[in-house]
């Protein structure tokens, strides 16, 4: 164990999505200097992120400290509102949890954040946060937010903004990958953010007063979604001759976020404790979940006794929609405010009426959420036993359903959410939870029960987290005799753990404290 009592400050290098089997491997191979001589010197474990929900809300439950029954968020900012029947941005006074660093700002301790994910800024912290920056997911499709407010026209003067600011709020989605020039344009884009942020971390470690240090970078996170087919020889998309040309761009973002950890190693005091730690993983993309609220519909209209009425007419239009018009193109279309609130309020009608809906945690992980009476404003199911033969239907449903292009299942596990969390937020999660069978791609989908349905939103991503949700935590200083692989931890252990190095007191939070890291 360590005395954290003396420990004047700690440190924090985050990674969004810095998948720990590449980074393993390359830093095994010598191609990340930097993380070998971690894996080799100090201790490390994977962290486990909350089940279902790995992807959508792991940095939630890291910097809260509390699993998603709690915190309520599904996936990323976002939440389900149960009276308007969508999905929308959660404000922050709508997170019952507060992240661990405002209790560490009022016993004094002065905090240095840069974009730590899916947190808000809160003007009542001590010391400098940066917020919607060089991001993977935005709360704002325009703006950056600092606390003080002032430090935004810095920034933008001293170290420039995000390049992609577009108005969808994940912008890496409207990049391309699939030809020499894009693939080449997004690599160059990925490699000077992270010098950018890792000038701008560096001249605040110098510069300002802190206790915590916390900074994370978003460039894996990109780089994984929109390349993987180029890293991969096994992926359906892979060009053997646009990796000869541009080389693998995982590898040439991960080398860059090897020597920002350098250079941000070598400018933290050397009395700092200094962890690093990455959120989860990357693979293939292997999902039904864009096309899940569609086959949920079928699945919920064939198996009424009754006829269903005539779908709207835009309900009608949508699949020619999106069979005629490409989905770069529809999602610059979408931020159309008049077709946005059209297609809107269509969506809202059609949710009301049906007794299921898809409320997906992220594309690794469908969601299924049922419209209960008492809980959602215009419930159709009676909970209780109801609702108990419904959750059976809907279960079977999915284990009948095939991959039309395989013949295999198309789900390997319909979990309850209710099995795995009872907290005060949990009617805010989707109330089953669906495990894609991830061995190939998912276009078509058919069962007896609902015929065929295909997959119309073809996605230009070809990475997603469904087959890595782990994360990983190195101890990178001061190592005290403590090498090598470490049992397991849990994310919600991060929170508590980092306020006993700052010599915070916590009883709320329902983490452990990690046992290399202190008592």
């Known amino acids: 164990m360590h005395d954290v009592k003396d420990r004047a400050r700690v440190a924090i290098i985050g990674f969004d999505s810095l998948d720990f089997r590449l980074l393993k491997h390359w830093a095994d191979r010598g191609q990340l200097p930097t993380f070998k001589k971690l894996f080799t010197t100090g201790a490390w474990s994977l962290v486990a992120n909350p089940r279902g929900f790995e992807a959508g809300t792991c940095w939630p439950s890291m910097w809260s400290g509390t699993q998603p029954d709690q915190h309520g968020l599904h996936d ?80 933008e003067r001293d170290y420039g903004l995000n390049p992609w600011f577009p108005p969808n709020r994940c912008a890496i989605n409207e990049q391309d990958a699939y030809s020499v020039e894009g693939l080449t344009a997004i690599v160059d884009t990925l490699s000077s953010r992270i010098v950018t942020k890792t000038r701008l971390c560096r001249d605040m470690i110098l510069q300002e007063p802190w206790d915590l240090f916390f900074s994370v970078f978003h460039e894996a996170h990109d780089v994984g979604h929109m390349c993987w087919h180029a890293h991969d020889p096994t992926h359906e998309r892979h060009d053997p001759e646009l990796l000869a040309r541009v080389g693998d761009p995982m590898l040439r973002i991960y080398r860059g976020l090897d020597e920002a950890t350098a250079a941000l190693l070598e400018a933290l005091p050397e009395d700092a404790v200094v962890l690093v730690y990455s959120s989860h993983g990357i693979g293939p993309e292997r999902t039904a979940s864009r096309f899940f609220d569609a086959i949920l519909e079928r699945l ?183 090498h090598g692989r470490q049992p397991t931890i849990n994310v919600i252990d991060l929170a508590p753990t980092i306020l006993r190095l700052l010599d915070v007191s916590n009883h709320h939070l329902r983490g452990r404290i990690i046992p290399y890291l202190g008592s």
């Open 76 to 155: 990323a900012f976002y939440l389900f509102d149960a009276q308007r029947y969508r999905v929308r941005m959660a404000t922050p006074a709508e997170i019952p949890v507060d992240p661990f660093w405002v209790a560490a700002s009022a016993r004094g301790r002065r905090m240095l954040l840069v974009d730590v994910p899916y947190a808000f800024v809160n003007a009542d912290v001590s010391g400098i946060q940066v917020c919607d920056w060089f991001v993977h997911v935005r709360s704002d499709e325009e703006h950056i937010h600092c606390n003080p407010p002032s430090l935004a026209a810095r920034i």
């Open 300 to 482: 919920d209209t064939v198996s009424r006794t009754a006829p269903a009425g005539k779908p709207p007419l835009l309900d009608r239009l949508a699949p020619v929609y999106r069979a005629v018009i490409p989905a770069p193109l529809r999602r610059r279309l979408t931020p159309s405010r008049l077709l946005s609130h059209a297609y809107q309020k269509a969506e809202t009608d059609r949710l009301r009426l049906r007794r299921y809906f898809a409320v997906n945690p992220s594309y690794a992980t469908g969601g299924v959420r049922f419209n209960v009476k008492g809980r959602d404003a215009d419930g159709v199911v009676t909970a209780g036993a109801e609702l108990d033969r419904l959750a059976k239907e809907v279960t079977e449903g999915l284990f009948a359903m095939r991959n039309a292009d395989t013949g295999e299942p198309l789900v390997e596990h319909v979990t309850a959410t209710s099995d795995l969390w009872a907290g005060p937020m949990r009617h805010a999660l989707p109330d089953l939870l669906v495990d894609w069978n991830m061995s190939h791609p998912i276009e078509r989908v058919t069962s007896p029960e609902i015929g065929e349905l295909r997959n119309q939103d073809r996605s230009e991503r070809s990475g997603d987290h469904a087959s890595s949700k782990e994360g990983v935590l190195l101890f990178a200083r001061p190592a005290d005799g403590i």
